[in-house]
């Protein structure tokens, strides 16, 4: 069982930048994908960014050009910038591991963007 360890959410205002990581206690031979997905109160939740194994990185439209995913093969630490916030960024951000048959979720970490 894999265990996703999520930090960096935080208030800021419009225009402004966070830069949220997750640390998995292991990684799953399986593991296709890892990225994080958001949902805000009342809404669906959707895709914001993925990075595969072999660094191929997708992003919702929306963010493309914002928001920044990456991964550190080292530490195996999955990090997301996020620049120029806007308010309808504001959800809870949930790292997630997606593996053949299965896949892992983080507990979820707020990020509000705010005056």
């Not at 960014?49 to 990185?57: F, K, L, Q, V």
């Not at 928001?67 to 916030?85: A, E, G, H, K, P």
């Not at 949930?94 to 970490?109: A, L, R, V």
Request: proline content about 3%; aromatic content about 10%.
């Amino acid at each position: 069982q894999v265990t996703l360890m999520e930090s960096g959410g935080g208030s800021v205002q419009p225009g402004g930048s966070l830069r949220l990581s997750c640390l998995p206690d292991e990684v799953d031979a399986n593991m296709i994908a890892i990225g994080w997905y958001r949902q805000a109160p009342g809404k669906q939740r959707e895709l914001a960014a993925t990075i595969t194994r072999s660094g191929d990185a997708n992003y919702a439209d929306s963010l493309k050009g914002r928001f920044t995913i990456s991964r550190d093969s080292t530490t195996n630490t999955v990090y997301l910038q996020m620049d120029n916030l806007k308010p309808e960024d504001t959800a809870v951000y949930y790292c997630n591991m997606d593996c053949d048959f299965y896949e892992y979720w983080g507990q979820g970490t707020q990020v509000t963007v705010s005056s």
